[in-house]
């Protein structure tokens, strides 16, 4: 379709859905949300001449996954957001199924898009063209076309490419499946982003040690981090265990040295990202003052997602809160950014004491740090529930597709909980960052609290957070 039906389209979208989806009780105070229609995952997060740039997944004109655009905001900040131009539509033959993911650097002074143009055919096959766009001084992006056609020796499904700067040249990793039907990591090295040269598979099933390890892996990430590599990606198809991999898909990470010489990546073991529910394609960007910050998307495809009850309001999903990361024993530590304590009303609530005494909080878009040795259970909004029993932190939640209650788990030595709370999502970092737990959740709207019970000592600091739309 051409570029201008699809603008119009999309007016229309804008114009007849937007109060709608601002009216819903369920829209998020302060997390990133489409205006209209479907948001999936962050896409060429990046900061540049001091503003940061986050790039979305989006359909605009339903709330299904389809041929999709590239959304963009921008902040000063990582709290207050401004809408800027879309930044890429599908229009073009090589792209025509979707703009699909992909990763933003900065060349020459320009933000350049690196991105998958998605082609899918109707007896059901696909292929995929790795494209370039860069910005133009009025920050809209202008399409240079494909750099990579589909690589001989895979099929269809290749995609996701994470493109940065390493001593000169460029590299990249790139998801990609090969014939039989396995997920695999390729690593690209470029020295102008035009020509590209494939150095071989770096990670996927049956390297490195693994077995079978999934038949597809998404949107990789590969950077260096507190003297090691980390890579993450999302693998489909493993198989559910007791208390792992219980989502229809993960998202998780390796720590291991990458070798740009040899194009080799020993690793260790893969741990999932996150422990909870909706968490998944997340990306990182390195900033000025040497942060390496996550966006992840508070979603996950093919199961329940497009049962969420905000789909009457003609919006779905939204991006996570931005999380910082560290390294620390080999292990992935997740914490807010310090940044989000914009978001603070006041100096907050204190309060300990034994925990079936402690008040009833406002849970509604809230921030709490809870120090806790004994065990508790605390209560969202009779929605969700976090349960400590001195061994296994339990988060149940009731599935919003079937009713049931279904619940995800954590096993270590509990000292305090981080939770940061919003009309429809909690997400709860544990000890400082060693584990984090993500949920959506639609409570009632009359619903606006959280209980502590229990006979355990508590210690509570509390604080209200302010709405924050984009601007
Ligand atoms: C992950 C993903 C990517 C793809 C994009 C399409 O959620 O499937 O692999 O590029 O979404 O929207």
Known sequence: ?????????LARSLMTGQLIAASDPHRQQWHLAPAVGLLNDPNGFIQANGRYHLFYQWNPLACRHGAKWWGHWSSADLVHWQHEPVALLPTEDYEISGCYSGSAVQNNGKITLIYTGNVKYTDGSRTANQCLAEEMPDGTFRKLGPVIPLPEGYTGHVRDPKVWKHDGFWYMVLAAQSPDIKGKILFYRSEDLQQWHLLGEIAGTYLNGLKEFGYMWECPDLFPLDGQDVLLCCPQGLAAEKYRYLNLYQCGYFVGQLDYQQAKF?????????LGFEFYAPQTTETADGRRLMFGWLGMPDENELAQPTIKYGWVDCMSSPRELSLRNGKLYQQPVK??????QSDGFRWQGSAQ???????????IMVEVSQPFTLTLRDEASMSWDGECLILTRRNWRTGEQESRYWFGSLTSLQLLLDSSSLEVFINGGEACMTARYFPSPEKRTLQFHGTGTVSIHHWLLSACMIE
């Open 357 to 367: 005494d402690a008040p009833e909080l406002a849970a509604v878009s809230a921030e």
């Open 339 to 344: 940044e989000l304590q914009l978001l603070r």
């Open 266 to 274: 020993p690793h260790g073991e893969f741990y999932e990202l996150d």
């Open 1 to 9: 379709m051409s570029e201008v039906s699809l603008l119009k389209q």
